[in-house]
């Protein structure tokens, strides 16, 4: 779910949906820095004005502390389940 706001930010949501909490993974990450690079490169072949990409995961259960990626990312916490993540 893509939000394309005023202020030339485009947020990428991810809404996930497990049984536990989700867990951040080194696929999941890259899978995010990979969705970023799409968007961009078609923003610039469509001469659009650059925007910044933010993300935000939205899980029903929340997210599973994984020490191995908590330097990889940044997690802000807007609820039990809404996060921005900042890779």
Known sequence: ???????????????????????????????????SSCLREYINKKNKPQRDIKYCLITCEGVRNNKKYDNDIALE???????????
């Open 1 to 35: 779910l893509l939000f394309d706001r005023a202020d030339r930010t485009i947020t990428i949501c991810e809404i996930k949906f497990y049984d536990d909490k989700f867990q951040i993974t080194s696929e999941f990450i890259i899978n995010l820095k990979e969705k």
């Open 77 to 87: 916490c807007l609820d039990s389940s809404i996060f921005f993540v900042d890779v």
